[in-house]
């Protein structure tokens, strides 16, 4: 609770001070399950901080997956979802078609990878993808027939930033606020097998994945590299 507590205060001091607020539609953070689940425990409900949509385990998939676990002091002291080689899924049904597809978004997602291809995938709920494709990994980004590059940094806290701009029919990939590559695009009306939003991302036979989840953010629009550095470097203050 009180570090909960702490970071709403960080938050709410910024924007009293005068600090320009950027204030993801979406927010999810490890920090709001530490009164709800305990140490070691699966997490089967992940809420952004405003509850409007949940993160949950997946039910009949063709594979059986677990919840991943919540650890309360695991990344520099401070709470995060860990995925550990079993298979363990989470997802929002339908949240892809419905929040990215044909839209502009960003998405932001604050983690540690052990394998170099931790992400998030946009489509079936096993994790795996169908075309047109939507992969948020650690080392790359594809976006229907797009694929771009990112940097595959393992076991250290990573924040990647993904943005499909409608108006310009660009897609960027961002580490640590840092631009890595950008190419025109077409946009994607749809992602197909449910258009879910799914963590981690798994292409068989090469699942499961291991990695650390601390922080997610959606925004749907495009946002400026400015407001993507601004967020990574704040972001990463606050899971030192």
């Not at 989470?90 to 983690?111: D, E, H, Q, R, W």
């Not at 963590?199 to 922080?215: D, N, Q």
Request: hydrophobic share 40%; aromatic share 10%.
């Amino acid at each position: 609770m009180k570090k909960v507590l702490l970071f709403a205060a960080a938050l709410c001091s910024a924007f009293v001070c005068g600090a320009e607020e950027i204030a993801p539609d979406y927010h999810f953070t490890a920090e709001t399950l530490l009164d709800v689940v305990d140490d070691g425990a699966g997490v089967k409900e992940w809420y952004d901080t405003k509850k409007q949509v949940a993160f949950v385990v997946p039910q009949g998939t063709k594979r059986p997956v677990e919840a991943p676990i919540f650890k309360e002091r695991i990344l520099s002291g401070n709470p995060a979802i860990v995925f550990d080689g079993t298979i363990r899924t989470l997802y929002i049904p339908g949240f892809a078609n419905k929040v990215m597809a044909g839209k502009s978004y960003t998405f932001i997602y604050a983690g540690v990878s052990q394998t170099g291809f931790f992400g998030f995938s946009g489509n079936n709920p096993d994790g795996s993808v169908t075309a047109p494709k939507l992969e948020m990994q650690c080392g790359r980004f594809s976006y229907g027939t797009k694929d771009l590059k990112n940097i595959s940094s393992v076991n250290l806290l990573r924040v990647n930033a993904y943005v499909v701009n409608t108006e310009t029919k660009k897609a960027s990939v961002y580490y640590n606020g840092k631009l890595m590559s950008e190419e025109s695009c077409e946009v994607v009306a749809s992602f197909g097998g449910g258009g879910n939003l799914v963590i981690p991302f798994m292409p068989w036979p090469h699942a499961p994945r291991k990695g650390m989840l601390v922080e997610v953010m959606v925004f749907k629009k495009a946002l400026a590299p400015a407001d993507i550095k601004k967020l990574s470097d704040e972001i990463r203050a606050r899971n030192r």
